[in-house]
């Protein structure tokens, strides 16, 4: 169905529990597996429904924000579905106590519940009050950041907005916008400090009342990861410190010889070529057409997507009048349909929407088309990542269609950037960890960390002399560490099996497109260690594997130049 065709109807969250409460009681009596098999359906179907309802709105609020229907009806959601999620809460509780469990196990596999053991894990009603302490400290975070406006290049801007700034071809233009936000950040020094060290010990305090030694785990658990931990996740991490961090080095110091400068500075970090970075050629509607294009000359199963998803007019990407900002990837369940949502701008970004974003949709739609229950549809987020990464890579066939003759151009500094990622990612994870364990830490002793992070991870990289960055505060803009703890390093993770996927398919195209899409097609059935282990690939914090992975990439970089 056409997305416009899509009918909405304001769902009666009162009725719906009432459905809950009546199937949860109809699930504890239940006289057989089978039969509460069957009631597990009827809950999806319910949930299902309610959802489809909700994201409805939730996309037509944010493609016209000045829809007062759907503004009204985005309000009414936002206010009543904490009620239907307790019913859901509800109904799992019941499905973890279940006296058929082992039967249910059987039928649905064994990860399914602990993906629900692990969630439940995570909250208890009496940590009500901490959370919304800490959801206040988040939001609290965002308004300051949000609120900041720069007198810059004789305008009051908004830290965004320095971003062309940041990257112009004059040096010193680039050092004054970094220059410009760092002062916005040494000005509120202690707001900024003070707002982390709160959220530091507020989250602390629910692992406490949670049972848990510190917030480490808990931020685990949140993120529902289901088969590593802390100590692999710093295998990892250490093995990139060891072995990818000097391959970034070099990459790094073509880069300088590039551009020209003696040091390498934080300003002169994302100015990669003098003459400026790859923009996609022709008008929004080409690259939508490129994308169609290059989606049926990669496979039958990604032409097949391309089309549902342009035949139901399931992508919103041009900016207009009255759209919210930004970018996602969603799904409707009732319709099986993904939805992609983003504002082009004219820059690479506008094609990552194609590779990325899709690669994304893709998954989602493949799951539901093989029937794959909704709570096993999707799964961990360094997988889903993976998903979306290795299409950016898998894709390089037809980035032409985009670039014309920037393609070279585009795709060195695609294979650059996703390189030099990746340690900065284990810098922004190890300093979190850092902070979990030792929550007492004073405001210089966590910017004493970060600076010596950055010496590890980012040796090449020179803050001296800048405000905010000089001091070793520049964690406080990664907006991550506030607002979704532990959740970064899923990137790092996923960049390395979207490597292991482009050294493949530059190997062989046929078998490497036939190992991502079983990969995918596991959607959330299998583990992460699972998939990445059956597809034949190296597991992140494995043996010796991310030396060669890097290395590999290095080379392919070093022969790329341009
Ligand atoms: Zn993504």
């Not at 279940?98 to 969630?119: D, M, Q, V």
């Not at 400068?261 to 929004?284: C, I, K, Q, R």
């Not at 980035?399 to 990622?421: Q, R, V």
Request: proline share 4%.
């Amino acid at each position: 169905m056409k997305f416009s065709e899509m009918p909405y109807t304001r769902p009666d969250t009162d009725k719906i529990r009432a459905q809950y409460d009546e199937l949860i009681s109809r699930f504890k009596n239940a006289g057989s597996a089978d039969e509460q098999i069957k009631i597990m359906s009827e809950e999806e179907t319910l949930r299902n429904h309610f959802f489809t309802e909700a994201t409805l709105v939730s996309i037509r609020n944010s493609v016209n924000t000045k829809d007062e229907f759907y503004d009204k009806e985005n309000e009414f959601i936002d206010e009543h579905s904490p009620f239907v999620s307790e019913k859901i809460q509800e109904f799992t509780d019941a499905l973890l106590a279940s006296k058929f469990r082992p039967e249910l196990e059987k039928h649905y596999g064994k990860l399914l519940f602990k993906n629900y053991e692990i969630a439940a894990r995570c909250f208890d009603p009496k940590i009500i009050p901490l959370m919304q302490e800490e959801n206040k400290l988040v939001s609290a975070y965002q308004k300051l950041y949000g609120s900041a406006i720069v007198d810059f290049d004789g305008k009051k801007l908004p830290l965004p907005m320095l971003a062309p700034y940041k990257e112009s071809k004059d040096r010193d233009i680039r050092r004054a916008a970094f220059e410009a936000d760092g002062k916005f950040f040494d000005e509120h020094r202690e707001e900024f400090d003070d707002l982390f060290d709160k959220l530091v010990k507020i989250r602390t305090k629910i692992a406490h009342e949670l049972g848990y030694k510190n917030f480490i785990q808990l931020g685990y658990d949140r993120l529902g990861r289901n088969c590593y931990g802390p100590e692999q996740v710093a295998k990892f991490r250490e093995a990139i410190a060891k072995d990818a961090v000097p391959v970034v080095g070099e990459v790094k110091e073509l880069q300088r010889k590039r551009i020209g400068v003696d040091t390498l500075m934080l300003y002169d970090n994302g100015f990669t070529f003098s003459d400026g970075t790859a923009v996609p050629e022709g008008t929004a509607e080409d690259i939508l057409a490129a994308g169609k294009t290059m989606y049926h000359g990669l496979s039958p199963e990604t032409a097949e997507f391309i089309d549902f998803m342009y035949d139901n007019e399931l992508l919103d990407v041009l900016s207009k009048e009255g759209k919210a900002p930004g970018g996602y990837c969603t799904f409707i369940p009732d319709y099986k349909s993904p939805f992609i949502f983003s504002n082009f701008n004219g820059t690479a970004g506008d094609v990552d929407v194609l590779t990325h974003e899709a690669g994304h949709a893709f998954q989602a739609y493949r799951a539901a088309k093989l029937g794959i229950m909704s709570d096993l549809s999707s799964p961990t987020m360094e997988t889903c990542e993976c998903h979306s990464m290795s299409m950016e890579f898998l894709t390089s066939d037809y980035h032409h269609l985009f670039f014309g003759k920037n393609t070279a151009k585009y795709e060195l500094s695609h294979a650059e950037d996703a390189l030099c990622f990746i340690p900065y990612g284990c810098m922004v994870d190890e300093f979190q960890h850092r902070m979990y364990e030792n929550p007492d830490l004073t405001p210089a002793e966590r910017n004493e960390i970060w600076a010596s992070l950055e010496k590890k991870y980012r040796p090449y990289l020179h803050t001296e002399g800048l405000p905010f960055y000089g001091r070793g505060a520049g964690w406080q803009r990664q907006l991550h560490i506030y607002m979704y703890p532990l959740y970064y390093i899923d990137y790092c993770m996923a960049q390395t099996v979207a490597f292991q996927f482009w050294l493949a398919y530059m190997e062989n195209k046929e078998d490497a497109w036939k190992r991502y899409l079983e990969f995918t097609d596991k959607a959330g059935t299998k583990t992460f260690e699972e998939v990445v282990s059956e597809a034949g690939l190296f597991l992140p914090y494995g043996e010796g594997g991310m030396k060669k992975i890097c290395e590999s990439v290095g080379n392919w970089i070093k022969a790329h130049q341009i």
